[in-house]
């Protein structure tokens, strides 16, 4: 275990409640202390729920532990079956709990409850947050939806799997595959574990076959279903251009229908404008992307085939699907960071000195600490990043919103760079009064830089003049520069970098 300031993931037990707060009839028992009952806030605070998850706590305290814990889970699966009457129940133990052994399988089928009872063995020391959620969602299907004779299927019909609570943009990336298989003319049989009831997973066996939109939370139930139902399933991500008409193709070819009238429609605005004249400002931009493996390995391919960033790193914090990150990096040349230590994903970002960076709410951290533009692509994300307004990654309508959130930090990076060339302009520059108040240059006192003999470890100065010409440098490449330039000056032992050294060091890097 390791002791850190920020995580990817949480525990596995939160992975379970995502599924559990995403159903409906559905409640969870959690066996933890009173400290563990933080979880509520992901959901009514970052993804602003109108209620509480349907979570029941056994809170139990320090002063606990030296009598019956088993006796106080059992009273309070006794209890939240009597208040919330729920079709089916999960029950498991918090990682603080873990430790007692106290066995909440065991302790609520004691119990014989009237509704099926789900226990959920979730290895908080070994496991996470989206193992978890895996995890859960797959116990569920294993014993509602039970293996039985195939039924008469519609050819043209599928189950929706994957989307949760706390998945970013899930709702809207739900609303837009739909909206492409009802173009399709293809029925959607149960959406799970969004909005789906435990009865409503008696009924998955009823299709033709499944969509997977979130591999990391429905693989291993598709892969089940596949195996006991026969229900073969479609995980090609639908998003981007390219990644959206894949989709289209893949599902219309296990429904048998043709998807030109979908493929042959509007689509989405991004194809044009990456041909376009304005766009060539955009081509051959570094990119770095970072995030759980479905939307890193679909933000990188957006951002290189679609749009035309170069991709200098990938990585994930998935490491359940390391293998996928790796053969998508390979596509792009180089090696895949496969970590959940946020420093090192730092140390890797600083490395490649992109000038954009895709990933989750700490990368943008990190990258306003480096001075790089950065937009939120995938989890763990904040509440900004789960607007009140529509809007999705996946689809024609995704690609759009897409475009929009890799290049508008950029487009602002040009705008602050229009901004700093006018930076000395007489009417303009940082040094001149507002206009209203006669214009009249500010006083400045210029303080002389000693020079002093340095060495590879020893700090570089640089001169009044060199900052200011280094400000005339594009913000969003004005780190790579500085850096650049101090390795340049230590290199030849420098004591002062001077504008002529600046200019030097450009074209020491420049050939």
């Not at 599924?19 to 009514?44: E, I, K, N, S």
């Not at 041909?275 to 939307?295: M, Q």
């Not at 730092?346 to 600490?369: D, F, N, S």
């Amino acid at each position: 275990m390791q002791l850190t300031l920020w995580t990817y993931e949480g525990p596995p037990h939160i992975g379970a409640m995502r599924v559990a707060t995403a159903m409906r009839g559905l409640h969870y028992v959690l066996h933890a202390p009173q400290g563990d009952t933080y979880a509520d806030l992901l959901f009514t605070m970052i993804e602003r729920h109108g209620a509480r998850p349907p979570v029941t706590y056994t809170t139990f305290q320090a002063r606990d532990l030296g009598s019956d814990t088993a006796e106080i889970f059992k009273q309070a699966v006794a209890a939240a079956y009597g208040r919330f009457r729920p079709q089916a129940m999960i029950v498991g133990a918090s990682c603080t709990a873990e430790l007692l052994q106290d066995d909440p399988g065991g302790l609520s089928k004691a119990l014989g409850l009237p509704i099926p009872v789900i226990p959920l063995e979730l290895p908080a020391y070994q496991k996470k947050e989206n193992w978890g959620a895996s995890e859960t969602f797959y116990r569920l299907v294993r014993t509602l939806a039970p293996a039985a004779p195939a039924p008469a299927r519609p050819k043209a019909s599928c189950n929706i799997l994957g989307p949760t609570s706390l998945g970013f943009r899930h709702r809207d990336d739900l609303r837009e595959v739909r909206g492409l298989l009802a173009e399709l003319g293809i029925a959607v049989n149960v959406v799970a574990p969004l909005g789906a009831t435990p009865a409503d997973l008696g009924r998955l066996g009823q299709a033709a076959f499944n969509v997977v939109l979130y591999p990391e939370v429905a693989r291993a139930a598709a892969q089940w279903l596949e195996r006991s139902h026969g229900q073969p399933f479609v995980e090609t991500a639908p998003i981007g251009v390219k990644g959206t008409t894949a989709f289209v193709e893949a599902v219309a070819a296990l429904a048998g229908i043709d998807p030109a009238p979908v493929l042959d429609g509007e689509g989405s605005r991004l194809t044009w404008y990456a041909r376009s004249v304005d766009s060539t400002y955009l081509t051959g931009k570094r990119v770095f992307v970072f995030g759980d493996a479905t939307h890193a390995i679909a933000a990188a391919r957006v951002a290189a085939r679609e749009i035309g960033f170069s991709v200098v790193g990938l990585g994930t914090y998935s490491r359940e699907f390391a293998r996928e990150v790796r053969a998508e990096a390979a596509e792009h040349g180089i090696e895949a960071l496969v970590t959940d230590d946020y420093l090192a994903v730092e140390a890797a970002i600083a490395a490649a000195q992109p000038e954009l960076v895709l990933g989750t709410q700490m990368e943008r951290h990190v990258a306003k600490r480096l001075g790089i533009p950065c937009a939120v692509i995938s989890a763990p994300m904040h509440v900004q990043d789960v607007p009140a307004r529509h809007a999705p990654q996946m689809g024609f309508e995704g690609a759009n919103v897409l475009f929009d959130t890799f290049v508008h930090p950029l487009m602002m990076g040009l705008e602050e760079h229009l901004l700093a060339m006018f930076r000395d302009d007489p009417e303009f520059h940082d040094g001149v009064a507002p206009s209203h108040l006669g214009g009249a240059p500010r006083e400045e006192a210029e303080t002389a830089v000693v020079a002093a003999p340095v060495t590879a470890a020893t700090p570089v100065v640089w001169s009044i003049e060199a900052e200011r010409e280094l400000k005339k440098v594009p913000f969003f490449v004005r780190g790579k520069a500085r850096h650049n330039t101090e390795r340049y000056a230590r290199e030849r032992a420098l004591p002062l970098i001077t504008v002529e050294t600046l200019y030097d060091a450009k074209a020491h890097f420049s050939r």
